[in-house]
Every structure is written in C-alpha cells, then in structure tokens.
C-alpha cells in the first residue's frame, strides 16, 4: 500500500533552516508528483511547491520561492523541503506542521499524505 | 495567490444533507475542472474526499459529492452522519504562477 513516512518532529531558533523528509513507498516513486503543504497551528492549509520526481522540475508558490527548496533522491524513494526560517520575523510565524503530499489522478489532486512534520520555531 | 472563499462554518443534524462552497475566479475555479476536497479531522493529516470536482476516490462514501457552476464550486454530504463532523478545504488548480494550487480557508462542519 503507498504510505509516505515523513520525519520526526524538529525545534528551530529564527535564522536557522530546516530539511524535512518524506520516505514514500508501495508505487513506482518516479511516476508521480510530490507535493508540499503546510499548517500554522489553529490554521488552514498552505500550499507551498511541487516537484516532478521523474525529471526534478519543481514549482513553488510566490509565497515560497527563494525561501523553500523542494527535491528528491530517487535511489531513496524520498522527497525533501528545505524552508530558511524567516530572519525579519522574531515571531513564530514559520511555526507549522508540514505535510508531503502524492499527485493523485489530475495531478493537482493529493492522494495520499504524510502524517505531517511539527516544526516549532522559537527563540 | 488569494484564497478560496468558504464558510468558515456549517451545521447539520444527523441524516440531513449539507453543503459547502468554495469561490474563487476564472483562473482557478471557473477556468479548470481540478477542483478538489479534502476532510480533516483533528490532530490527521487531510484525507481526499472528491476530485476533478466531482469524482470520489475509492473507499470514499456516496454521501459525498461535488459539483461547479462557474466560478463556485460545491461539496454536499447527504445523511449526515456524527463521524462526518471534521473541517473541510477546497483547492484548486490555478494558472498564476503555473501548474500551482491554491487552498480555501477551510469550513468547520459540526453535526448537531
């Protein structure tokens, strides 16, 4: 069955960076799209970028671009998102879970999920 | 990207039929038929209820379905039942920047 096993939950300080990874298994890894998603607390959902797996392409939300860094290691089968935390923001405001997320039918549908990445951002 | 509008709730008791919206433009909504939604429950990951407006994945239950009229998109869930109480987000394929997606806000749903 497909599952994607995202990593462990992680604390930052502001300025700092963080990798976050989705270990993706039971398809063919290469054939599909991952996507990334992510949730402040209390929030909704944001829709941060999208790699091709097959060729590496990816797209990333104006929100996101220059800030987020989305790539695959397909020997792996995993997906990654780098996000550089805000250094103009002494706020929490980077504070979310995230969530790796595969194509579905169309494409800009999400299949399956992650179980979601805590990141909490704190001074 | 600017969201996608939608209630921010709705109730319904047990059995009866509810629906939720989710307005955007003619460069999401209105302009493809790639609109999605998506259950969450508390502390879960989102779960994919219907896709290209109106198609249900399997295993997900005919008490759901979706629909569009221009630049609205709607999800119904008929026979309510306690189970079904959850938030709900809508999205949409959009064509700025290309090939990206845009969320709605997201509707509490509570079954009375």
């Known amino acids: 069955q497909v599952q994607l096993v995202q990593s462990g939950a992680d604390v930052k300080k502001p300025g700092a960076s963080v990798k976050v990874s989705c270990k993706a298994s039971?398809?063919?890894?290469?054939?599909?799209?991952l996507h990334w998603v992510r949730q402040a607390p209390g929030q909704g959902l944001e829709w941060m970028g999208w790699?091709?797996?097959?060729?590496?392409?990816?797209?990333?939300?104006?929100k996101f671009q220059g800030r987020v860094t989305i790539s695959r290691d397909t020997s792996a089968t995993r997906g990654y998102m780098e996000v550089n935390m805000d250094l103009s923001s002494l706020t929490s405001q980077d504070t979310a879970v995230y969530y790796c997320a595969r194509e579905g039918a169309s494409g800009y549908d999400f299949e399956y999920w992650g179980q979601g990445t805590l990141v909490t951002v704190s001074s | 990207q600017s969201a996608l509008t939608q209630p921010a709730s709705v109730s319904g008791s047990p059995g009866q039929s509810i629906t939720i919206s989710c307005t955007g433009t003619g460069s999401d909504v209105g302009g493809y038929n790639y609109v999605s939604w998506y259950q969450q429950h508390p502390g879960k990951a989102p779960k994919l209820m219907i896709y290209?407006?109106?198609n249900r994945p399997s295993g997900v239950s005919n008490r759901f379905s979706g629909s569009k009229s221009g630049n609205t998109a709607s999800l119904t869930i008929s026979g309510l039942q306690a189970e079904d109480e959850a938030h709900y987000y809508c999205s949409s394929y959009t064509r700025s920047p290309p090939l990206g997606v845009v969320f709605g806000g997201g509707t509490k749903l509570t079954v009375l």
């Open positions: 290209e407006v109106t």
């Open positions: 790699i091709n797996v097959g060729n590496g392409d990816t797209n990333y939300s104006p």
């Open positions: 039971g398809y063919t890894f290469t054939s599909y799209g």
